[in-house]
């Protein structure tokens, strides 16, 4: 029937599988960044947690959306989009950002203010390997001039282009680029089913952080 849709389930990779937290998350941590390190899923785990990244937006407004989260280094969070993007605009004139992570059925949220630097061509094209053959061809075929397309001829694009390039993995398009975020604030937000939830906040000093336990 007309305007209905099929039952064909499209694969996005992405998972926001928690990792492990510290025995007892009243005691501050000497490093947030190692604490970060454990409630991460490991970086091998092909299922990349979902996050929000929000950027300054060029009108003025905040802007959100979703991305995976390719990698955690211990010292930066890494993700992964297209050089046409509003996003990469919008770093580009400011490169201040927000990151945002939930695991609702444990309660657990972390928050992030950092900095967002671009990656080298070489440094992108290693997460490009890593993604799965949907995501890589949707970062070959995904653009504003196939966007305007009828669905008929978006498809039709995209099998023409899957059936011309069956090599695995593709090599990266031009358009693929990516960013690392170094935090400079970092908020844990853990909840609690007894009581209120805490807020354990760390902010980066010279060399080293601060910590706060806040409510919220
Ligand atoms: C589950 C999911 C995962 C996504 N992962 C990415 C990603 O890793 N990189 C990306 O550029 N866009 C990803 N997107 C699409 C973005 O949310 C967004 O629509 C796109 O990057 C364009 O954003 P912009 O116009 O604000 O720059 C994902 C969307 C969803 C729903």
Same mark, same amino acid.
């Given at each position: 029937m007309s305007g209905t849709t099929d039952e064909t389930p499209i694969i996005i990779t992405s998972a926001n599988r928690f990792g492990a937290d510290v025995a007892d998350p009243d005691f501050p941590v000497d490093d947030p960044m190692a604490l970060l390190g454990l409630w991460l899923p490991e970086n %091998? !785990? %092909?299922?990349r947690p979902l996050m929000t990244l929000s950027t300054l937006g060029l009108d003025g407004y905040p802007d959100s959306r979703h991305l995976l989260l390719?990698?955690? !280094?211990? %010292?930066a969070l890494y993700f992964h989009t297209s050089t046409k993007s509003r996003k990469v605009a919008e770093i580009d004139a400011d490169p201040r950002v927000g990151l945002a992570l939930v695991w609702v059925e444990i309660g657990r949220q972390l928050t992030v203010a950092g900095d967002a630097v671009l990656l080298t061509g070489e440094e992108a094209a290693i997460a490009y390997r890593a993604r799965s053959r949907y995501l890589q061809l949707l970062a070959w075929v995904s653009s504003d001039e196939v966007a305007a397309l009828p669905r008929e001829e978006r498809l039709a694009r995209w099998n023409d282009f899957a059936t011309a390039h069956p090599e695995v993995p593709l090599e990266a398009p031009e358009t693929w680029t990516g960013y690392k975020v170094i935090p400079r604030r970092l908020t844990f937000w853990r909840g609690d089913a007894e009581g209120p939830s805490t807020r354990v906040e760390y902010t980066r000093t010279g060399d080293g952080w601060t910590v706060e336990r806040i409510a919220g």
């Amino acid at each position: 029937m007309s305007g209905t849709t099929d039952e064909t389930p499209i694969i996005i990779t992405s998972a926001n599988r928690f990792g492990a937290d510290v025995a007892d998350p009243d005691f501050p941590v000497d490093d947030p960044m190692a604490l970060l390190g454990l409630w991460l899923p490991e970086n %091998e !785990d %092909e299922l990349r947690p979902l996050m929000t990244l929000s950027t300054l937006g060029l009108d003025g407004y905040p802007d959100s959306r979703h991305l995976l989260l390719s990698a955690f !280094d211990g %010292e930066a969070l890494y993700f992964h989009t297209s050089t046409k993007s509003r996003k990469v605009a919008e770093i580009d004139a400011d490169p201040r950002v927000g990151l945002a992570l939930v695991w609702v059925e444990i309660g657990r949220q972390l928050t992030v203010a950092g900095d967002a630097v671009l990656l080298t061509g070489e440094e992108a094209a290693i997460a490009y390997r890593a993604r799965s053959r949907y995501l890589q061809l949707l970062a070959w075929v995904s653009s504003d001039e196939v966007a305007a397309l009828p669905r008929e001829e978006r498809l039709a694009r995209w099998n023409d282009f899957a059936t011309a390039h069956p090599e695995v993995p593709l090599e990266a398009p031009e358009t693929w680029t990516g960013y690392k975020v170094i935090p400079r604030r970092l908020t844990f937000w853990r909840g609690d089913a007894e009581g209120p939830s805490t807020r354990v906040e760390y902010t980066r000093t010279g060399d080293g952080w601060t910590v706060e336990r806040i409510a919220g």
